[in-house]
């Protein structure tokens, strides 16, 4: 079956540091991934998108790489801020836009 | 402020009873897609419509059923609701039929606690 998979526990990190977070997945083929940041009660924001043939993108403070063998993206928030804190989305697109479960970040002052 | 607007915000309704959650996509948008996200499920696709056809049909139950109108706005019936249907319950909307890699734009979502 198909999964997302996204670091299971919470990230907290200290602010100006890097946070990095994992999305997995298997019998997908994605040609397109994208990352979305939830704040709680609210609906998903979008914020970045990676094609299958782009090994990384760049938003600001934000990265996003794209390994296709690996089947996994890495995103990355540098010099963090506590405005940071939220929950990412990993989402991939095969005839719906599919969401991993989130990785929660909180980013202490 | 994404463009699309949900209501109601907030509901509270007993089991048993039925519910009308209703949709206005950003203006223009063609598509519309309805999630459930609850604690223990993370965001799920129900259905998403274009221009007024079904387009994608995810693990939407029998009990919950959606249409989208010639003015583009949607709804989503839930029914003979259950204790495990409170859930926040979202509409997105985007122009193109959900090709890969098309952005799309959540609004706030419902609050549905069935009591």
């Known amino acids: 079956s198909q999964k997302i998979e996204q670091n299971s526990e919470a990230l907290n990190i200290q602010e100006g540091k890097t946070a990095t977070l994992t999305c997995n997945y298997t019998n997908y083929s994605p040609a397109y991934l994208q990352w979305y940041r939830q704040d709680p009660g609210r609906g998903p924001v979008f914020l970045l998108l990676?094609?299958?043939?782009?090994k990384e993108k760049r938003k600001e403070r934000l990265k996003v790489t794209f390994d296709t063998t690996l089947k996994q993206s890495l995103f990355h928030i540098t010099a963090s801020q506590p405005a940071d804190s939220a929950t990412y989305l990993c989402a991939l697109y095969d005839y719906k836009l599919s969401f991993g479960a989130g990785t929660t970040v909180t980013v202490r002052a | 402020d994404s463009g699309v607007t949900q209501t109601p915000k907030h509901l509270i309704t007993a089991t048993g009873q039925r519910v009308t959650l209703r949709c206005s996509p950003r203006?223009?948008?063609?598509?519309v897609y309805w999630y459930q996200q609850s604690l223990d499920q993370g965001l799920q696709f129900l259905i998403q419509?274009?221009?007024?056809?079904?387009?994608a049909k995810g693990n939407i139950l029998e009990r919950f059923s959606a249409q989208q109108f010639p003015d583009l706005h949607s709804e989503l019936n839930l029914s003979s609701l259950e204790l495990g249907d409170s859930a926040l319950y979202f509409c997105?909307?985007?122009?193109?039929?959900?090709?890969?890699?098309?952005?799309?734009?959540f609004g706030e979502g419902s609050w549905l606690t069935v009591v």
């Open positions: 997105a909307s985007s122009v193109k039929q959900g090709e890969a890699g098309n952005t799309i734009y």
């Open positions: 419509y274009y221009n007024g056809e079904e387009r």
């Open positions: 990676i094609r299958e043939n782009e």
């Open positions: 203006s223009g948008d063609l598509s």
